[in-house]
């Protein structure tokens, strides 16, 4: 399957807090908060929605392209997905702007506080998909960018015929309900998380059943309680993958998706597809950073059965 993904492309600078945000916070002064967290440490990574869904992807096999614009520091996290196996050869650097960048500090109990600045996403809405050169893309994912560039995606998917996956994200907060609603009406599938479903139903009144008339395909994440999946009439759930240790929670809803999306390109069962991206989200939060992980297709299939009977069908993995 040809996947082209859309969405931000960042570098991402994590801190640990060794308490807990939820004992700083004061009821009666939420609306004037000055809060200042000491943190333990600090590093940064390779991020950004569109090339953490790829990396996974590329680290199962595939070769996803993506559609983005970068900034003039972009060189080596170009070279470093190319090396995986991402084609970044419709990512295009923007004159005189940095990357866009994601700052983010996890407390003990893994809750997160984030801030983002976009730098040279802002040019997203420059990027057209009617410009692409072949092939043809079978699958166009939208997932979190520059509110105008998702609303101009999904419009042209709609006008060239495109299925599209919509993964609002982290840009439900700036999406006006008009640009949501047009996303999922226009979409073949929907990936949210548990969160995202209530607002989802805040802002346009539509419970699962009113988002099944319009997607063929939902999924809900849910944390520790695993994953839904919800097409052709069933509601099929996809329990977690035990982790050995939690290191950092950044990233983890990105790997889900590169996981079931390459079970999806192989054509295989929605129970599969939801079972890889459930480990290909224990990967990712086994370790430090939204691209922290590593493993070779070899040592994904092995741990997948241990958990999984996949009746020899993970072997296609191993072949190329």
């Not at 994912?141 to 994200?169: F, T, W």
């Not at 069933?234 to 809803?253: K, S």
Request: hydrophobic letters at 40%; glycine letters at 10%.
């Amino acid at each position: 399957m040809n996947i082209l993904l859309t969405g931000s492309v960042a570098f991402d600078y994590l801190m640990t807090f060794p308490g807990y945000f939820r004992d700083h916070f004061l009821p009666e002064k939420l609306d004037s908060i000055s809060l200042s967290f000491l943190v333990d440490s600090l590093t940064r990574w390779h991020g950004g929605c569109s090339p953490n869904i790829a990396y996974t992807l590329a680290l199962l096999g595939e070769r996803p392209r993506i559609l983005a614009p970068v900034g003039e520091d972009f060189e080596e996290y170009r070279q470093r997905l190319e090396k995986v196996g991402v084609d970044t050869s419709l990512m295009k650097v923007i004159p005189g702007i940095f990357t866009a960048s994601f700052f983010a500090n996890t407390d003990r109990s893994n809750a997160q506080i984030a801030s983002f600045y976009p730098g040279a996403m802002a040019h997203a809405a420059e990027f057209s998909l009617r410009d692409l050169p072949a092939p043809r893309p079978d699958l166009v994912i939208i997932s979190p960018n520059d509110p105008v560039a998702m609303r101009q995606h999904v419009e042209e998917c709609r006008d060239l015929g495109l299925k599209a996956l919509y993964d609002p994200g982290q840009q439900l907060a700036r999406l006006s309900a008009e640009d949501l609603r047009q996303g999922i009406e226009g979409a073949w599938a929907l990936f949210i998380n548990d969160y995202e479903a209530g607002l989802v139903e805040k802002s346009l009144g539509l419970r699962i059943q009113d988002i099944l008339a319009h997607v063929h395909l939902l999924v809900i994440t849910r944390g520790e309680h695993g994953a839904d999946i919800y097409v052709d009439g069933r509601e099929i759930h996809i329990p977690i993958v035990p982790t050995e240790h939690i290191a950092d929670p950044t990233g983890v809803g990105d790997a889900f998706r590169g996981g079931f999306l390459s079970g999806l390109s192989r054509g295989w069962d929605w129970e599969t597809c939801g079972r890889m991206g459930a480990l290909a989200a224990t990967y990712c939060l086994e370790q430090r950073g939204p691209q922290g992980q590593s493993y070779t297709r070899a040592e994904f299939v092995a741990r997948y059965r241990q958990h999984f009977d996949d009746h020899g069908q993970l072997d296609a993995l191993l072949g190329g």
